[in-house]
């Protein structure tokens, strides 16, 4: 191997065991002027290990589009289309701003800024949970640093276009401040110390692994329909506390009043994806865009003992779709399985954006300054999902 990997470091509140090959710290190369023989050692550590870091990386758009590319060649456009600007109604309007030369290429971040590749001037938004959370932590808890995930998610449409491999993510200005307590009110006390302005990652593989066996069979067996453009139909709603997922409430866009849409462009995709490298299943699930869950029936011979939906089934209605993801994907975001990653200046990092689910964190104030450069793109084919080898082993 061409590159040196080192262990990200963990929190405390992480607990090693799950994170054995989880996170890699790339040593001693400029991501941005690779050999081919690095980047190809890239692509296989980062398949492996679903998050690399960089440190002290002097990036420019161009070379952040180049090298996201690599990873999926046919790729062309960012992995939410070029219609952002033009979808007001959509949740992620006021929070991408599309770098003029390279508009694959996204700005994200908090503040006003000025004169930035090509922007004379613009004000980012920093996305809080007190936008999309039915319930908010009050302003006095907040002066005390507690605060909440906001989506936990997949970067990709979910409509027309397939979801992205990776994303690259470059930290241009980090704000400074204490560590912040990121609190789930869920009832079960859970919370979560972590850096300010913090991206936190979960791995879909241990998503999977700690389902109980029945839940396993159902993950394995079973897709899911997401609503067609879905980042408008979703923007009336409210989002759990914990930011897993919408609450049912019946406030989505109706279907009537949506951009245009057809039928054929409604994504469907397994739950579990297939990594291209090492063939582990992830769960990789957008729970706030799921509108269905297609469930198959058990294959010949399985047992039927102790089996949810051995016969395959189709739940349809919100509530009980989003009450089912839940039961499954919630395990995986306790405190001791997420990694809050605490940004420097000129960190990258890029992630296996089908092998993770992610969420920024945390409470800025309009001075802290946060200005990162993100880019991923759709997908030149859709995700692969189990075998019928698979299919046979956990159901």
């Given at each position: 191997m061409t590159i040196e990997l080192k262990p990200l470091p963990l929190p405390?509140?992480?607990?090693?065991?799950?994170?054995?090959?989880?996170g890699r710290e790339v040593k001693g190369i400029n991501p941005g002027n690779c050999t081919s023989e690095q980047l190809e050692d890239i692509k296989q550590a980062l398949y492996q290990h679903e998050v690399l870091l960089f440190r002290d990386v002097v990036l420019t758009p161009e070379q952040q589009l180049k090298l996201t590319k690599e990873f999926d060649p046919d790729s062309e456009i960012y992995g939410h289309g070029g219609k952002l600007e033009s979808e007001k109604s959509s949740i992620l309007h006021s929070a991408l701003h599309a770098i003029p030369r390279v508009p694959q290429v996204q700005l994200i971040g908090n503040g006003m800024i000025h004169d930035h590749e090509g922007l004379a001037e613009t004000r980012l938004k920093h996305l809080t949970?007190?936008?999309?959370?039915?319930?908010i932590i009050s302003p006095e808890d907040e002066v005390k640093g507690f605060t909440r995930f906001y989506r936990w998610h997949i970067d990709a449409a979910l409509y027309d276009?397939?979801?992205?491999?990776?994303t690259t993510l470059y930290a241009v200005r980090v704000p400074e401040g204490p560590n912040q307590i990121c609190r789930y009110d869920d009832g079960t006390g859970d919370e979560l110390e972590v850096p300010l302005a913090t991206t936190a990652f979960v791995s879909g593989q241990t998503m999977f692994q700690l389902l109980p066996s029945e839940l396993k069979s159902v993950a394995v067996r079973a897709n899911v329909k997401y609503a067609p453009h879905p980042y408008v139909w979703m923007a009336p709603a409210h989002a759990k506390s914990t930011g897993l997922g919408i609450e049912s409430e019946s406030l989505e866009t109706p279907l009537e009043q949506l951009p245009s849409w057809v039928e054929d462009k409604i994504k469907i995709h397994p739950v579990l994806w297939k990594n291209p490298v090492s063939e582990a299943l992830s769960f990789q699930v957008h729970p706030c865009c799921a509108t269905e869950v297609l469930i198959k029936p058990l294959p010949p011979g399985a047992s039927r003992e102790n089996a949810l939906y051995p016969d395959g089934a189709h739940p349809n209605e919100l509530s009980e779709v989003r009450d089912l993801l839940y039961r499954m994907q919630r395990p995986?975001?306790?405190?001791?399985l997420v990694y809050p990653h605490k940004w420097n200046d000129k960190d990258l990092i890029i992630f296996h954006n089908?092998?993770?689910?992610?969420?920024?964190?945390?409470t800025l104030q309009p001075d802290q300054v946060r200005v990162y450069h993100q880019c991923n793109l759709a997908a030149s084919e859709d995700p692969i999902g189990p075998s019928n080898e698979d299919i046979i082993k956990w159901a």
């Open positions: 405390n509140s992480a607990e090693p065991s799950h994170f054995i090959n989880f949970h007190k936008t999309f959370h039915k319930t276009l397939s979801p992205p491999r990776v995986a975001i306790a405190p001791s089908r092998g993770v689910l992610h969420t920024v964190v945390g």
